[in-house]
DNA sequence: CTGTTAGCGCCTTCAT
DNA sequence: ATGAAGGCGCTAACAG
């Protein structure tokens, strides 16, 4: 089923062939068609392997993603696969759980996979020897969701966006705004975001109590749940994400605490499920599916330039703070 | 970064670094330690696009999924990526969106790019055009998900656990129980859910009031809140997912009701997500992530044979009755 | 416009 | 245990 077979059986050179296939106007309408018909005749299919070896070329792009089970993951590689297959590029994703060293792995993996390039959510750019090792191959590579001045990077502004939450909670009447994330250390997302609930609550005259860190997420909801049944509580949270936002509802609730009456909670991330939840999710949305698609696009474009994409063609998207019904005025 | 060049570095043919990396005990220790070392200081890594194309093995799976945008595939997917890296495979996922001609699509695409073997979800195995296709190029794959007993796929059994999802239902005294389906020409899962939810009712001799069938996501809500507004109710709704589930319990919210005082959901699924939120999703719980690692087991077990996968290896995994918090006994 | 041909990098007999 | 050489299927010069 060769480029071979096809030729013999149409009288014509594999030349011909491979020409008819990959430019058409190169070779006469009557034997373009010849070569269509028997190659649709033979079941023909290119070969992919032979294709990529000859042309160095393998229109695959890996993707590298801390999980797939946090929704904005799942959409971000969605869009991704979308702006990927419009392409005519494959994906190749695959997952570190937030470990440094599956960062490298993956990235491995994925050189020796000979993709043509990479897109990738780290853990932290400044401190990613997965990068140093892309970096000096000449990959073309983007970062989804990190932003840092020395990559390509497709993001949003994150900072800014907590920080005016936080003024939004303050015109709420709110006063104790506490935060809760992930592991601080474990994603530069977390740190540019408490970042910014803390101008947020300098701007507002306030004191920013400890950041409220929830390492592990199976104990996500007990813990929150001490820290809401202690005397002096929050009246607002400001989530890092938006799974941590659920358990934080979960964990109000199980403190006898109503959301939003007794508690405001805001998230980040906008994953679409938080729409359909109740009280729906008053959350920072990004476009994940968009940061995909645009990182794709990037990444094709500079391929095509033949360059490595440069941190100038970082791109910084706009998010927004979407109202829903787990934030109302606090209690006098 | 050919293996000619580490050849010629260390002094030795291609063939005996080939050897040095395909079969260790076939070289002497200390070549294959030069080798080994020179390969390193050369960041020599083998070209997977030549051995495939030698080998006629691309170590690589494709994936077919109606979409990320469900938590269910996309712990699969995981479960899937898992195994794959682990036995030694990449994998290649193309999502469908639930639309025919574009599983005909994502599998030629896939076909194309050589992969080893397929796993994929399919709307119905019985009127695949695209699974015809698959079986007559003699290519190794397995469904999920799906059932049928002319193909081998890895699932559950979903028609028994909706029917005693049902007799549950009936147990805490409920009599008005409904059934809440996406589309049901659109999968077999979701005709399998039903065909339980009928005999459920119809082992408990109660009548099945007709399918509630919501076409369209984004009215959903709508929809089932003006069917729990009717003068004459349900107390108890089966879904077919967890998602609906969860749109459902919105439902009811807009609509005045509480869950589960008055009105009892159980979900199918079994999403992570759903023993966060608040009730917490009562569902049938499906192994997701086992389904996928099952499924890429299966595959490799039988790519290494040589053999197609035959209908006979189909895996029923057991899943489970999970209790939340959205279900109660009936109001009398 | 079409044909001939030389590799792309690797594995794998077949010799040695 | 190692080396030499053919060929997997394809594309891209180069001729004609």
Redesign the interface.
Known sequence: MSIQSVAAKAGVSVATVSRAFNFPDKVTPATRELVERVAREL?Y??????R??RTQR?R?LGVVLP???N?TF??C??GI??AA?AGGY??????TGYQLDEEERAVH?L????VDGLILVVSNPSTSAALDRLRSTGTPYVLAYNRHPDHPCVTVDGEAAVADAVARLVLLGHRRIAMVSGTLAASDRAQQRYRGYQKGMADAGLDAPALIEVPFVESA?DLLAQLLQAKVRPTALVCSND?LA??S??AA?LSGLDVPGDLSVVGFDGI??GE???P?LTTIAQPNSEIGRRSVELLVQAMAGGAALQAEASLLLPCFFRDGESCAAAAI
């Open positions: 079941h299919v290119p070969n992919a392997s032979a990529t070896l393998s695959a999980t797939l089970l929704p799942a959409e590689l969605q696969a979308h297959v494959a994906i190749i994703p695959v997952t993996l050189l020796a996979g000979n909801v799974l659920i358990r509802i979960r609730h679409a499920l359909d939840l109740t729906a």
